[in-house]
């Protein structure tokens, strides 16, 4: 299902806004610049996030196949603007989550997720034309990528885990963001730690 730009981008940032373990940057996995311009192009309402992260935030450190993701993804972009570098980032950033990708970017269901692939990232979408679940998709990619032989069979047809690969995304978007994003007034206070 089509989904604009700035709700996609204010449905991530709010689905991270959340999290409260670390600052909006880090949870993103965009440096202060440029959560700050993603901010002023697509929620001029919620510049004060910038404002209220510590003085130190940054996009904190890669977890070890993060930077060979947003390689990846930054590979197969449409090259429709900076917007992919950041989709990247924070694609790469909350694939790390332990949700279905879509729950961990703040989408209400896996067809916004398709549909951000299509519109940014489209030779990926037509790669995963059966429609594996994407986290499972990058690894083998990426896995792939390297050499490393990750199927237990010649294919996935054949595969006792392709039910698990392919099976349906069941779930609910994740609590927590929609005040965030429904609301129009100042974000709530984050605070930071355990």
């Not at 192009?41 to 996009?59: E, F, M, T, V």
């Not at 070890?64 to 790469?92: C, K």
Request: aromatic residues 8%; glycine residues 6%; proline residues 7%.
């Amino acid at each position: 299902m089509p989904i604009s730009d700035p709700l996609l981008f204010s449905q991530m940032v709010a689905v991270a806004a959340v999290d409260r373990r670390s600052p909006l940057t880090e949870a993103l996995g965009l440096e202060r610049t440029d959560l700050g311009r993603l901010l002023r192009r697509y929620l001029p309402d919620r510049l004060s996030l910038l404002a209220d992260l510590p003085a130190a935030a940054n996009r904190g450190a890669d977890a070890l196949e993060e930077p060979d993701l947003r390689a990846y993804l930054l590979e197969h972009r449409a090259g429709r603007g900076e917007e992919e570098g950041w989709l990247a980032a924070i694609i790469a950033r909350r694939s790390l989550q332990p949700n279905h990708l879509w729950q961990d970017l703040g989408l209400a269901d896996r067809g916004e997720l398709s549909w951000l692939f299509k519109r940014h990232f489209p030779e990926l979408a037509a790669r995963n034309r059966f429609d594996m679940k994407w986290k499972k998709f990058f690894y083998r990619a990426l896995c792939e990528r390297e050499g490393v032989p990750i199927c237990k069979a010649p294919n996935c047809t054949v595969c006792d885990d392709a039910a698990l690969c392919f099976a349906p995304e069941a779930g609910s978007r994740l609590s927590g963001a929609w005040p965030l994003v429904a609301s129009t007034g100042a974000a709530a206070p984050r605070a930071y730690g355990p």
